[in-house]
């Protein structure tokens, strides 16, 4: 391990005296937000990239392992939405001294929990709107803006966000989804640096599909 020490995902600042940079999982404070190991975001804290998060709608944030989340960053939650159909849009009920109880969530637009995949780069100032799904390896580019459903390893930007390429071809993109590297030891992972790092992609298909044989072999065994 590097200079003798492990890492470790309940650290806040993975890099030593530097503190815009942090761990998100050791610092979330919302229990409707679940994030992954290893997670970070170029920032000092957390807590404020998520708006519109109330208790009361019960939506979740789930961000997994790996990710990696740049400056200025928004996820918005449902509790942004309005009720869109009644002749007026205006939350009442949110504001004080008017006589409104909250609609009931079934008259509200509500998209569900917001989740992200792991090993996913969300771009400077990208904004993911409420109940987004963003598949594992994915990239959103900088000031997008995304909503529905992004695919495994598909890199999308603009507002509203579409699908510029995939990462990858099909093949090596399932090896990756069965290999599932963000769900190793720590050790293991350390060892497979040379493999996830390596660009020629040809070469990182074929180590993937002789570790994927090895691991079906010996579970096998084991039957």
């Known amino acids: 391990m590097k200079n003798g020490k492990k890492p470790d995902p309940n650290a806040i600042y993975p890099i030593p005296g530097y503190n815009k940079e942090i761990y998100v999982k050791p610092v979330v404070a919302n229990p409707n937000a679940i994030v992954g190991d290893f997670t970070y975001i170029a920032d000092s804290e957390f807590d404020s990239h998520v708006t519109h998060?109330?208790?009361?709608?019960?939506?979740?944030?789930?961000?997994?392992?790996?990710?990696?989340?740049?400056a200025g960053v928004e996820f918005v939650m449902n509790g942004a939405n309005h009720q869109m159909n009644a002749v007026s849009t205006f939350p009442f009920y949110t504001l004080e001294g008017w006589d409104m109880a909250p609609p009931d969530k079934a008259d509200l637009p509500f998209k569900g929990d917001t989740v992200v995949g792991n090993d996913v780069w969300i771009g400077q100032n990208a904004v993911i709107l409420p109940g987004t799904r963003i598949g594992d390896g994915a990239i959103v580019g900088a000031n997008s803006v995304v909503g529905g459903t992004v695919e495994p390893y598909a890199i999308v930007v603009g507002n509203p966000a579409k699908t510029l390429r995939k990462r990858f071809d099909d093949e090596l993109i399932e090896l990756l989804l069965?290999?599932?590297?963000?769900?190793?030891s720590v050790e293991e992972i350390n060892d497979l640096i040379p493999l996830l790092t390596c660009s020629d992609l040809a070469k990182v298909k074929e180590a993937l599909k002789m570790k994927l044989a090895t691991t079906r072999r010996l579970a096998a065994n084991r039957k």
């Open 178 to 184: 069965q290999f599932q590297w963000w769900n190793k």
């Open 53 to 70: 998060h109330y208790p009361w709608l019960g939506d979740k944030l789930i961000i997994g392992k790996f990710c990696q989340i740049a």
